[in-house]
């Protein structure tokens, strides 16, 4: 669960958080866009890759956008409390 201080009243450090929160968010979205530039140029260089290979480029894959899909559901549950709190 996300513990942060962005979700404390508004100021300049909840503004500071909020950014620093959505660049996190942000380069987690770039880690999700690379890992699949990479499997997309893996699959289209044929024979290059095991399968193992091919099944660890997807597992990196699928754990960047599960970080990334984990980051962004518990910044939407923190702003919908902030949200409900104002």
Known sequence: MLQ??????AGKANGEAIAAEHAHLARLRRQVDERW?????AHERVGAFTPESLDRLYDAYMRAV?????RQRALSR?????????
């Open 4 to 9: 942060s201080k962005m979700w404390e009243p």
């Open 37 to 41: 530039r990479t499997l997309a140029l």
């Open 66 to 70: 599960d970080a990334y899909v984990t």
């Open 78 to 86: 923190g702003f919908e409390a902030q949200r409900r709190a104002s």
